[in-house]
T-cell receptor, first 112, second 110 residues
Framework: DSGVTQTPKHLITATGQRVTLRCSPR?????VYWYQQSLDQGLQFLIQ???????AKGNILERFSAQQFPDLHSELNLSSLELGDSALYFC???????????FGQGTRLTVV | GQSLEQPSEVTAVEGAIVQINCTYQ??????LSWYQQHDGGAPTFLSY??LDGLEETGRFSSFLSRSDSYGYLLLQELQMKDSASYFC???????????WGAGTKLIIKP
């Protein structure tokens, strides 16, 4: 158990809909990262938050947004969903020393 | 642009040794990490090299040459449970933004 909790584990929704994925980082970790992994692909970095503030942005679509709350949990919002958004979405957290990232078990999103 | 290259697939025999290479081109470099991911599972951290040389952790070792922008993961005494995808990732900035390779699928045959 990495200590990072992601909910829900699975999500099936229709095209055009909006969903929210939730992540609770390891206790004490200030950094949260979101990744997208499509079938048999590598990890695509979406966005990073540090102590409530956006720190780095990757290949995140404008239809996607995220935030980190004062209790350090984070949410990734995906809107106007398309079939191609079907993927595993991982959240990871790390401490201020930043040498190791701990991943949650992911949310498998299926858009039909 | 920034990129990491690693082989897409490697096949080895149970009990043997296998090396997975990673070359990188990034604007900054703080360290090279390796992660293991089983099918359907989450990536798990294996190693982190910030300085040149070999780091050994049990059956796994990781090597870095910063002058060559190159590293490798060495797995010894392969077991069937080592069948997984292995990702190299470069920490390119102080904020731990990671740039990931596409992953190497390790297939182990009995």
């Amino acid at each position: 158990d990495s200590g990072v909790t992601q909910t829900p584990k699975h999500l099936i929704t229709a095209t055009g809909q909006r969903v929210t994925l939730r992540c609770s980082p390891r206790s004490g970790d200030l950094s949260v990262y979101w990744y997208q992994q499509s079938l048999d692909q590598g990890l695509q970095f979406l966005i990073q938050y540090y102590n409530g503030e956006e720190r780095a942005k990757g290949n995140i679509l404008e239809r996607f947004s995220a935030q980190q709350f004062p209790d350090l949990h984070s949410e990734l919002n995906l809107s106007s969903l398309e079939l191609g958004d079907s993927a595993l979405y991982f959240c990871a957290s790390s401490s201020s020393q930043n040498t190791e990232a701990f991943f949650g078990q992911g949310t498998r999103l299926t858009v039909v | 642009g920034q990129s990491l290259e690693q082989p897409s697939e490697v096949t080895a025999v149970e009990g043997a040794i296998v090396q997975i290479n990673c070359t990188y081109q990034t604007s900054g470099f703080y360290g090279l990490s390796w992660y293991q991911q089983h099918d359907g599972g989450a990536p798990t951290f294996l190693s982190y090299n910030a300085l040149d040389g070999l780091e050994e952790t049990g059956r796994f070792s990781s090597f870095l040459s910063r002058s060559d922008s190159y590293g490798y993961l060495l797995l010894q005494e392969l077991q069937m449970k080592d069948s997984a995808s292995y990702f190299c990732a470069v920490r390119s900035g102080s904020n731990y933004q990671l740039i990931w390779g596409a992953g190497t699928k390790l297939i182990i045959k009995p």
